[in-house]
């Protein structure tokens, strides 16, 4: 049986990877190890470009050397979300517990009011839509027999609902060990599996590969 996995990058990254020594993870393998038995016909992976930032400004080379990794997997495929930067107001922390506190003692909070800061925030855009899109489409093609689909992420449900009910495929759902089950997800998949940190660190790649412009080694640090 071919199936189709559909990997949502950062809720894996954040959810499995962040603060391992597992993230030059070779998806293909990964893929495998998650559907013993099963033949590995395409893997999607959604992500977008991360900014430099300033605590971290090696973030990104470290990212494009990871993309250039898992583009030497013939089964691979990257597709593209985008991150949007803004400046928005919120209100500090401190401040509302102590709103918050007044109110529960049954003290006047009558002009109180929060002090607000203005913060920078990224937010990632496309992925959840690009996923959904790439999946549904993927499987009124008929281009697997089954699918896995590797994320925790509540705004898939449907597309799932749509894949197994609608569709007749088969849709099984692992989701990162370091996030709580998602009911919504789980009532709509074929099954729903927790990530084996084990596939993760059996599932590495060669720290040193070549592609069409040379050689090229993983970070070392990461």
Not at 103 to 129: C, H, M, N, Q
């Amino acid at each position: 049986m071919e199936i189709s996995v559909y990997i949502d990058g950062f809720n894996l990254y954040n959810g499995a990877l962040r603060g391992t020594a597992f993230k030059w993870l070779d998806l293909h393998a990964f893929s495998e190890k998650l559907c013993p038995g099963y033949q590995v016909k395409k893997i999607k992976f959604f992500t977008a470009q991360v900014d430099r930032r300033f605590d971290d400004p090696q973030q990104p080379v470290r990212q494009r050397l990871y993309w250039r990794a898992i583009r030497t997997l013939p089964s691979v495929e990257i597709v593209e979300g985008h991150f949007k930067t803004r400046q928005i107001r919120l209100p500090e922390e401190a401040s509302v517990a102590y709103i918050e506190g007044e109110l529960r003692a049954g003290r006047p909070i009558t002009g109180l009011s929060p002090t607000f800061v203005l913060v920078r925030r990224s937010e990632e855009k496309g992925t959840d839509v690009n996923i959904a899109t790439h999946l549904v489409h993927d499987a009124h093609l008929g281009r697997f027999d089954a699918a896995v689909l590797v994320s925790n992420d509540s705004d898939l449900a449907e597309a799932v609902r749509i894949v197994c009910k609608d569709l007749g495929k088969p849709v099984h759902i692992f989701r990162p060990s370091n996030t709580r089950p998602n009911y919504k997800l789980q009532s709509v998949a074929t099954s729903f599996n927790n990530i084996d940190v084990r596939h993760l660190n059996t599932s590495q790649l060669p720290a040193t590969l070549s592609d069409a412009r040379g050689l090229f080694t993983k970070p070392p640090t990461w």
